[in-house]
């Protein structure tokens, strides 16, 4: 154990964020006004897209995409990208502002529309690759996208709607040539994907962006109604890639450590992409960060945790962040103790609430990695809080503090502050916060006001700042007028020794409203009863917040693409499972 190590903390919360954002430090800021509010930016920030596209040749030969049998340097793909920017501009007149779709798996194809489209100052619309044919024309006449480019799965889907659509081209990738319909192939337009790196040098026109220009547009995960396009700028995408390393940097000042100086013979890291391109997590706090420090993304056909360990060996992979679920099943799979995953540094998760049981259990399995955690929507472009280190060890149920940007708010119904660690919905402001809902005014009015973000999360939030994620408000159970929170059940649920997953919901009761409902899944092979885990939560928790139904299952519990518990596929099935009235 070193003198930091013994001493820690070396720095206060304050003290550390006033150290990272002084003058010339990784976070220093500076105000600006954005929209008519002013708002603290990051001084140093990256202006836009097209900048991390042209930061990229300096990477040249360095590998940056494997799946499967395919490898990619940084060179070939930016001659590709650029090759295809070219071409959606000359060939399919799209400019500077107009919509250009992504729907595909997670495919080195998926970055490179992307970039092709974001260089050339086009709005990107990474659309959920899980949905239906229905699902896909919305987004699409929705978004008013110029140009999509599917794989061969979506093509199938689309191809019966696309009379409905206003587009100027499909592109195919991974098609074969008998299902491409009116679809264009892109191979057909710049060569197969070996052919990448013989492609001549591209020179796309500057668009000449701003950072408050429109860069994205990424569809909410609602579960009721239709999703709503987040319309996020330059700035935003620009802010949360800075952002995104504040754990890290404040667990060394936390520490009395360095900070670390940038190294060019520094080996090349290598992380693992589990989640979906399409995901705000995927796509800002990944893919692009990926771009900008020149480190090598693996990419998985299908997430499968066997799988993610064999990469992790064979590929030596330093960084892992998905959904706590993920996590989870890496640490419980059968190849665990058998895989070497020596080369792991860092595991991060987001995207959901963690189980305090997960962050004790990765610091055990991991002794040399510091776990992670981060909170954020795709409203706020990512991060806005972080958790990490000792700080995280020493309050494993909460999501951490706000990122240096952001600031939040805890307010009750009336939208009144609430006093410290006092429970209501928490708001967010900063340049991380998305300009609009996408052609909905009203939802827009209702969900930002005057700068601040209402996020529909139910919060806490501690004398140092730190946050604790209670509930969404819909998802929350009020039982005879007490509001009963998920996470606090289901962080001891997560504790008992059986259970992989679980999450909570309510029962309908004709007298009380609600009740607490549990599901649970719990690992291959391993007996446990209801009578066991009711009687595990009743000596922990108060007896009105123990489950009065608790469905135990052993296969994984229903899920989006974005790696969030479907609750209200799981509200319906225990419903029909539960005694009529709760009675």
């Avoid at 509010?37 to 920030?45: G, L, N, S």
């Avoid at 299908?302 to 590929?315: G, I, P, S």
């Amino acid at each position: 154990m070193t003198q930091a190590a013994q001493t820690w903390p070396a720095a206060t919360i304050e003290e550390t964020r006033a150290t990272l954002s002084a003058p010339g430090m990784p976070f220093e800021m500076e105000t600006v006004e954005v929209r008519g509010i002013p708002t603290r930016v990051y001084k140093q920030a990256v202006p836009h897209l097209r900048a991390i596209f042209d930061m990229t040749t300096q990477w040249g030969e360095r590998e940056f995409l494997v799946y499967e049998g395919d490898r990619l340097t940084y060179g070939a793909f930016h001659r590709a990208a650029s090759a295809l920017g070219q071409i959606f501009v000359e060939r399919f007149g799209v400019a500077r502002g107009d919509r250009v779709a992504v729907i595909m798996r997670n495919y080195p194809e998926w970055p490179l529309a992307f970039w092709a489209a974001a260089a050339i100052g086009a709005v990107v619309v990474p659309i959920n690759a899980w949905g239906t044919g229905p699902d896909l024309e919305y987004a699409l006449a929705d978004s008013g996208a110029r140009v999509v480019v599917v794989d061969g799965e979506r093509l199938e889907r689309l191809i019966p709607h696309l009379g409905n659509l206003d587009l100027a081209a499909v592109v195919a990738v991974r098609t074969p040539r008998n299902l491409l319909g009116p679809a264009l192939a892109l191979d057909d337009l710049i060569g197969p994907l070996a052919s990448w790196a013989s492609l001549p040098e591209g020179n796309l026109p500057d668009p000449n962006l701003h950072p408050d220009d429109d860069a994205t547009i990424l569809y909410t995960s609602g579960t009721t109604g239709k999703p709503k396009g987040a319309l996020g700028t330059h700035r935003n995408v620009m802010s949360n890639l800075i952002s995104i390393t504040f754990g890290a940097m404040r667990a060394l000042v936390r520490r009395g450590e360095a900070l670390p100086v940038a190294d060019p013979a520094a080996p090349q890291r290598t992380n693992l992409l589990p989640v979906p391109f399409f995901h705000v997590t995927g796509c800002h706090s990944m893919m692009i960060p990926t771009m900008a420090t020149g480190t090598r993304l693996i990419l998985m056909h299908k997430w499968n945790a066997e799988h993610a360990l064999e990469l992790v060996e064979r590929e030596r992979i330093n960084g892992f962040v998905g959904v706590p679920s993920m996590v989870w099943q890496v640490i419980e799979s059968p190849d665990f103790a058998t895989r070497d995953i020596s080369s792991l540094d860092s595991i991060g998760y987001g995207g959901a609430a963690a189980a305090p049981e997960l962050t004790r259990k990765v610091r055990e399995l991991f002794p040399s990695v510091w776990p992670g955690q981060g909170y954020g929507l795709t409203e706020t472009s990512s991060v806005s809080t972080a958790n990490s280190a000792e700080d995280y060890l020493a309050r494993p149920e909460s999501v951490g503090i706000a990122v240096p940007v952001c600031d939040l708010r805890v307010v009750d119904a009336e939208g009144r502050d609430v006093a410290t660690g006092e429970i209501g919905e928490l708001l967010i402001k900063g340049p991380n916060v998305i300009k609009a809902y996408w052609n909905k005014p009203d939802a827009t009015a209702k969900a930002i006001v005057d700068g601040w973000f209402h996020s529909g999360d139910i919060v806490r939030m501690d004398e140092d700042g730190f946050v604790y994620l209670l509930d969404r408000a819909k998802d929350m159970v009020i039982r005879g007028g007490e509001n009963i929170y998920s996470v606090e059940i289901e962080d001891v649920l997560f504790a008992h020794p059986a259970v992989v997953d679980a999450a909570i919901v309510g029962i309908p009761h004709r007298v009380l409203g609600e009740e607490v409902g549990a599901v649970v899944q719990v690992k291959p092979g391993v007996a446990v009863s209801e009578a066991e885990l009711r009687s595990h939560v009743a000596q922990r928790l108060a007896s009105y917040k123990v489950p009065v139904r608790i469905d135990i299952r052993t296969v994984e519990l229903p899920k989006n693409a974005n790696g969030k518990t479907l609750k209200n596929i799981l509200r319906e099935e225990i419903q029909a499972l539960a005694p009529a009235n709760g009675g």
